[in-house]
């Protein structure tokens, strides 16, 4: 079965960065999209940012410029960099990817913004 794990979060103040990870278990990340999705209290989830299987990225608005989506295919491993956080990014990060009619996610990692 397909396993997501993230981790990288953590309690940062305003203008700082962190890296959040998610590594895959018995998929090969280098052909299927990967994504990070948040989740924020009382809000819905969100896609945040998208690497396809041919590296094309795309990112919400409100993370443009701030956030950047990698891949090591060989760790099997997907990032998230966030620079320049702000207290809007609080929020629980999931990783993601949709197999044919499955989608998959991790447990996620908690992000919080606030000095």
């Known amino acids: 079965q397909v396993q997501l794990v993230e981790s990288g979060g953590g309690l940062v103040q305003p203008g700082g960065s962190l890296r959040l990870s998610c590594v895959a278990s018995?998929?090969?990340?280098?052909?299927?999209?990967m994504r990070w999705y948040r989740q924020a209290p009382g809000k819905q989830r969100e896609l945040v940012a998208a690497?396809?299987?041919?590296?094309?990225?795309n990112y919400a608005d409100s993370v443009k410029g701030r956030f950047t989506i990698s891949r090591d295919n060989a760790k099997k491993t997907v990032y998230l960099q966030s620079n320049s956080l702000k207290s809007e990014d609080t929020a629980v990060y999931y990783c993601?990817?949709?197999?044919?009619?499955?989608?998959?996610w991790g447990q996620g990692t908690q992000v919080t913004v606030s000095s």
């Open positions: 993601n990817v949709q197999i044919g009619a499955m989608n998959y």
């Open positions: 018995r998929i090969t990340v280098s052909i299927y999209a």
């Open positions: 690497i396809s299987s041919g590296g094309s990225t």
